[in-house]
């Protein structure tokens, strides 16, 4: 029989994940559909239970739904457990189990495919949402050095900073406190979305390796081209970590890994 798998959230209009997974699931000839369902915001927990009932083997989950998801599991893995959210759940044996690849998925990206080695290294966010809070786990797991996370609204920055503090050095600052270099920034704020730019002071990109916007397919957004007026040696978006964090993903459900490489150039719009 066919296994079904899907992505949840609201809205979905614009998501790559059935893309994604269709070439995945063609590069081993897995018998396997993967669809997209506009959850209502109110009911995600139902659909999801509803979706499983139907013999659903796994979900993918994006916004508003991850923190939901987590909490709607049986059995919540490390990654989901440490911050609080999931963006993946699998039915097996009659239990939903959470994990999050998010936070992977980036590190793998950043080290696999940009080449550049995380271990020692100083790193600044921007941005204390959903996609910090999944981050902080893998890149100190990665060996970082120093972590700051900066945000419009710092108590938000300081309780995130607070979840991960006793597990390595995670600090939170507003923008206007940022005074020298990082080897690598990250836009994880939502401001690309809306064409804005967070106020990363120019001295952030001093001696940056790599400045990363977690949004993809908008192009060089005014992050990255302030990035790059100030120097950063290379610019990315997140197409790179959707794609691997789907990997994971399909590797978990599946047991197979696949080749992340064919499906990253599919979906990469040139940053011109
Ligand atoms: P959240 O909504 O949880 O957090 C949004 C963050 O953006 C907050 O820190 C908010 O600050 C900040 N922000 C929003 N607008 C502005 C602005 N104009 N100037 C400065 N800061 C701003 O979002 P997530 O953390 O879940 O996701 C962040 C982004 O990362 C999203 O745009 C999403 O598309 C992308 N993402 C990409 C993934 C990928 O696979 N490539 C995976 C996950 C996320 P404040 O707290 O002060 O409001």
Redesign the pocket.
């Known amino acids: 029989m066919t296994d079904r798998y899907a992505v949840f959230g609201n809205p979905l209009s614009h998501t790559k994940s059935p893309f994604i997974h269709a070439a995945f699931a063609a590069q081993f000839g897995e018998d396997m559909t993967y669809e997209a369902i506009e959850a209502p915001v109110d009911g995600f927990e139902a659909a999801v239970r509803a979706f499983f009932a139907a013999g659903g083997k796994g979900l993918n989950v994006?916004?508003p739904f991850?923190v939901a998801a987590e909490a709607m599991a049986d059995e919540a893995l490390e990654a989901a457990n440490i911050c609080g959210a999931s963006?993946c759940l699998k039915f097996e044996n009659g239990r939903i189990i959470a994990d999050n690849f998010?936070g992977v998925?980036?590190v793998r990206d950043i080290e696999v495919n940009f080449g550049v080695e995380l271990k020692g290294k100083r790193m600044l966010f921007?941005?204390?949402?959903?996609?910090?809070?999944?981050a902080l786990g893998p890149f100190l797991e990665a060996g970082v050095a120093e972590i700051w996370i900066a945000?419009?609204?710092i108590d938000?920055?300081e309780a995130v900073a607070q979840l991960l503090g006793p597990r390595g050095s995670i600090h939170a600052c507003g923008?206007n406190a940022i005074d020298r270099g990082f080897d690598v920034v990250l836009?994880?704020?939502?401001?690309?979305?809306?064409g804005?730019?967070?106020?990363v002071p120019s001295i952030a990109f001093e001696g940056t390796t790599l400045a990363y916007e977690?949004?993809?397919g908008k192009g060089k957004t005014p992050f990255l081209r302030l990035a790059e007026a100030n120097g950063a040696d290379q610019i990315a978006?997140?197409?790179?970590?959707?794609v691997e964090?789907a990997a994971l993903a399909f590797a978990w459900w599946r047991g197979k890994r696949p080749d992340t490489a064919p499906v990253i150039e599919a979906l990469t719009i040139p940053l011109q």
């Open positions: 994006t916004v991850k963006n998010d998925g980036l921007a941005g204390a949402g959903g996609a910090t809070r999944g945000n419009r609204t938000k920055a923008y836009n994880a704020t939502s401001a690309s979305l809306l804005e730019c967070p106020p977690m949004v993809y978006d997140g197409v790179g970590m959707l964090q």
